[in-house]
């Protein structure tokens, strides 16, 4: 019996010391300055960039006016038309190039900067069109 007795008194000791252990360490975190919020960034808002784009048809140029939507298509030899860009803003449409006969002519689109990647890209190695939204 006086061993039961005992082992019951050293098991509540334990608990009885944990117990404190912890309300210590509860007590000093709760003194502790709290840590600073982590402040997440806000996303990047997609920056809007001017891309010069050479159209194929001049004449079409010449129709569209600043603030118009547009859409772009590549035209490649021995492939189907694919759309570069969709719902384009014009920027400006520069004065007609002098002395420029089947060239095309320029006009300024304001759109997403990898967007603006894909029409450099699509200018290169194709032929590009538009139409207006």
Same mark, same amino acid.
């Given at each position: 019996?006086?061993?039961?007795?005992?082992?019951?008194?050293?098991?509540?000791? /334990? $608990?009885?010391? &944990?117990? %404190?252990?912890?309300?210590?360490?509860?007590?000093?975190? #709760?003194? +502790?300055? !709290?840590? *600073?919020? /982590? $402040?997440?960034? &806000?996303? %990047?808002?997609?920056?809007?960039?001017?891309?010069?784009? #050479?159209? +194929?048809? !001049?004449? *079409?140029?010449?129709?569209?006016?600043?603030?118009?939507?547009?859409?772009?298509?590549?035209?490649?030899?021995?492939?189907?038309?694919?759309?570069?860009?969709?719902?384009?803003?014009?920027?400006?449409?520069?004065?007609?190039?002098?002395?420029?006969?089947?060239?095309?002519?320029?006009?300024?689109?304001?759109?997403?900067?990898?967007?603006?990647?894909?029409?450099?890209?699509?200018?290169?190695?194709?032929?590009?069109?538009?139409?207006?939204?």
């Amino acid at each position: 019996m006086r061993r039961k007795r005992r082992l019951a008194s050293a098991g509540l000791a /334990v $608990v009885a010391g &944990a117990l %404190a252990v912890g309300g210590t360490e509860a007590q000093a975190s #709760r003194d +502790a300055p !709290a840590p *600073a919020p /982590v $402040v997440k960034p &806000a996303p %990047a808002a997609v920056p809007m960039v001017s891309a010069p784009v #050479r159209i +194929a048809d !001049a004449g *079409a140029v010449r129709l569209l006016r600043p603030g118009d939507r547009v859409d772009v298509v590549a035209a490649e030899r021995g492939g189907p038309p694919r759309v570069v860009a969709t719902g384009a803003r014009v920027a400006g449409v520069p004065a007609a190039e002098a002395g420029v006969g089947d060239g095309g002519a320029l006009v300024v689109l304001s759109v997403p900067r990898d967007t603006a990647r894909a029409l450099v890209g699509a200018g290169a190695v194709a032929r590009l069109a538009v139409t207006v939204c």
